[in-house]
């Protein structure tokens, strides 16, 4: 039996995450409800075309309050805060808003996923990095940070575990499609499509979340750039003592080949932009980018913050549906 899915929020993540969802058709997940302030009509033209993206092909038609989505229909909730259980939800996601997560669990919903730092997150979690420490008794409300810093992470674990890492600082380059901590960053104001913008981040602070014994020495900086999607992260790490380029390199292809399969990937390819729109993985690494200065290294990690993020919230569904008490 399938686990029960509800999206709460359709804009870009949540329509990115409904397509994301059907095109794997994970056999143990299943759409049932969406909550959006816009009726099923718009957000059926919405998932048809995608400018970032291109147009999506899978039958969509509109039937009353449902998304007919292929042989599936989708319920659309309008009310600010639905009753997810009315809705046969089993499973909600906050795609982008504020929850009450507590007031979800006490309604009946069985676990809810929030997309970004949630305080009421028992744990933050993504598959590939630290799903050993999922208990779904005790973890019910499960957080996934942004997607430079599981990319930051994916690059920082490998090298943790290989050398050990002093410190590090993380720089965020992301398109004109990335969130900030600060919105109200006068920065912002200013046209994303002609400028370089420097951005608040928490990337640091959330590399710090996903591995603990990291926690305190991870630093970070954003930058907007004038891309439409993808990012690119650079780690700049201080070990305890000197690697080559060859050893990181080896390093990094063994967890991309090992632990981190799925999650990170690496290339002996020049590497631009363009080349990871689309991918499925949450970090590309360039081999040919790595550096080294005795104890001091650089590492570029390549990612889509839409689609390869979301394929890490669709593995940790997955997870959690299959663990589900009582199934």
């Given at each position: ?6 999206l709460?929020?359709?804009?870009r ?19 049932v ?5 816009a ?78 730092e949630?305080?009421?997150?028992d ?19 499960l ?32 398109g ?61 790490a ?13 390093v ?76």
């Amino acid at each position: 039996m399938r686990a029960r899915i509800g999206l709460d929020g359709m804009d870009r993540p949540g329509r990115q995450l409904l397509r994301t969802l059907v095109d794997r058709d994970d056999p143990d997940l299943q759409i049932v409800a969406v909550r959006d302030d816009a009726p099923a009509s718009r957000l059926a033209a919405r998932l048809r075309h995608d400018s970032t993206h291109g147009a999506w092909d899978h039958r969509i038609e509109v039937v009353g309050d449902h998304l007919g989505v292929d042989d599936g229909t989708i319920r659309v909730l309008r009310a600010e805060r639905p009753h997810w259980p009315s809705a046969d939800v089993e499973i909600v996601v906050a795609t982008g808003r504020a929850v009450d997560a507590p007031v979800l669990l006490d309604e009946g919903v069985a676990s809810v996923v929030v997309l970004g730092e949630s305080a009421d997150a028992d744990l933050a979690l993504v598959p590939g990095l630290n799903e050993d420490e999922y208990d779904a008794t005790r973890h019910r409300v499960l957080s996934v940070p942004s997607a430079a810093a599981v990319c930051a992470a994916a690059v920082l674990q490998p090298l943790d575990r290989a050398f050990g890492v002093v410190s590090a600082s993380v720089t965020a380059l992301g398109g004109r499609h990335s969130s900030t901590a600060d919105p109200d960053d006068p920065r912002l104001l200013r046209d994303l499509a002609v400028n370089l913008v420097p951005a608040a981040s928490r990337v640091g602070t959330e590399v710090g979340v996903l591995l603990p014994a990291l926690e305190g020495r991870v630093t970070g900086a954003a930058l907007r750039v004038p891309v439409v999607d993808t990012g690119l992260v650079e780690v700049t790490a201080r070990l305890p003592a000197p690697a080559t380029v060859g050893q990181l390199r080896r390093v990094l292809r063994t967890a991309a080949d090992g632990p981190g399969k799925g999650l990170l990937t690496s290339t002996d390819e020049p590497t631009v932009s363009r080349d990871v729109l689309g991918a499925a993985e949450s970090c590309r690494v360039d081999l040919g980018t790595v550096r080294s200065c005795g104890e001091l290294v650089v590492v570029q990690g390549w990612h889509d913050p839409e689609v390869g993020h979301l394929h890490r919230v669709a593995d940790l569904l997955g997870m959690v549906a299959r663990l589900l008490p009582g199934r």
